[in-house]
């Protein structure tokens, strides 16, 4: 099992950047594949990015391709999602998120571990 703390969040204006990060515990981070996801006020937790276990594939849902950008460090279990033009529909609670399924149900937001999250306001 992985813990997962994020860090990051808070509030920006429309057109400005925000970085993410995810810190996991345990020593087996580098065989999951991570990703975020977001929750806004009155939506249910959609699917916002993902990063498979070496940071070779990623995979992006299509309003933040673009914008958004996934990272991962093996090396400091750590994993990242810079923000870039920010709008205030990306207004949200951020989760950070790990899995260790196929990459097929990873990109549909399979994700059996979360952390818990974090807010991202953006204003207009």
């Known amino acids: 099992q992985v813990q997962l703390v994020e860090s990051g969040g808070g509030l920006v204006q429309a057109g400005g950047s925000l970085r993410l990060s995810c810190a996991a515990s345990?020593?087996?981070?580098?065989?999951?594949?991570m990703g975020w996801l977001r929750q806004a006020p009155g939506k249910e937790r959609a699917f916002v990015a993902a990063i498979n276990w070496s940071g070779g594939m990623t995979y992006y849902e299509a309003s933040v391709k673009g914008r958004f950008t996934i990272s991962r460090d093996n090396a400091k279990n750590t994993v990242y999602l810079q923000m870039n033009s920010l709008k205030p529909e990306d207004t949200a609670v951020y989760y950070c998120a790990a899995s260790n399924s196929p990459w097929y149900e990873v990109v549909t937001g399979h994700f059996p571990y979360w952390g818990q999250g974090t807010q991202v306001t953006v204003s207009s």
């Open positions: 345990g020593r087996t981070f580098s065989r999951y594949a």
